[in-house]
């Protein structure tokens, strides 16, 4: 079965650097999103892309976030100056189209620890 | 925006009863309901789901229904096992505006006891 795959696994950061997060989504899937779920909370919706563009973001993905599909196969996510607050699991996901059921499929995440 | 509750946020059952857990949404144009099992540590994982135009689904020993009227839905497992134990997610999106934001509840951590 087709995955979503993320890198890296785990990424220890000081506060205050930058730090970017890769995925390869799914090939024949056209949407792409983030996610994040603070350790032992909820997954929080960040953002969505499609067609090169945002779609929609969260009230998290301020100016200190931003995304990026640098080339076919990979969908980026940049955190320019880390906080504390952003350690998290941070998931990448992906979809075939935007009808609704359409499955989307989760990543394995990015643990981002922020010291 | 939507707004999804969840309880129970824990719930222990011996290995053989069922277990339900619920969840109520607050948009009433969300028409996908789906339930994701996470393991510690890992990915959530889709394990069903449901959409606006059906009031139930069954996969073996995991079903789930849905009220659109009073706007919630739950997840019903029978015959739990100790690998069900897990934390469990339900989600709304509505699918129309083309493409899926998903909103999660807050989780029901499942414990199954031998």
């Known amino acids: 079965e087709p995955e979503v795959t993320q890198t890296p696994s785990h990424q220890v950061t000081q506060m205050g650097q930058e730090v970017i997060l890769r995925c390869v989504p799914i090939?024949?899937?056209?949407?792409f999103y983030w996610y994040r779920q603070i350790l032992g909370q909820k997954v929080e919706f960040l953002v969505s892309f499609y067609n090169n563009e945002i779609s929609e973001k969260s009230e998290i993905f301020d100016d200190q976030f931003s995304v990026e599909r640098p080339d076919g196969s990979n969908f980026t996510l940049k955190i320019r100056s880390t906080k504390l607050e952003d350690s998290a699991m941070y998931f990448c996901?992906?979809?075939?189209?935007?009808?609704?059921?359409?499955?989307?499929?989760f990543g394995e995440g990015s643990w981002l620890t922020v010291v | 925006g939507e707004n999804v509750e969840q309880h129970p946020s824990t719930l222990s059952v011996q290995e053989g009863d069922s277990a339900v857990i619920k969840c109520t949404y607050s948009d009433s144009a969300s028409n996908y309901f789906p339930w994701y099992k996470q393991e510690l540590g890992k990915r959530p994982q889709l394990i069903i789901d449901i959409r606006s135009n059906v009031g139930e689904k069954k996969d073996q020993r995991i079903a789930v229904t849905l009220n659109k009227t009073a706007k919630h839905f739950s997840l019903h497992i029978t015959e739990t096992q100790p690998e069900d134990s897990a934390v469990y997610f339900c989600a709304a999106s509505r699918g129309n505006t083309g493409f899926q934001k998903l909103v999660f509840g807050t989780g029901t951590r499942l414990l199954v006891s031998p």
């Open positions: 090939s024949n899937h056209l949407y």
């Open positions: 996901a992906s979809n075939r189209d935007g009808l609704s059921g359409n499955t989307i499929y």
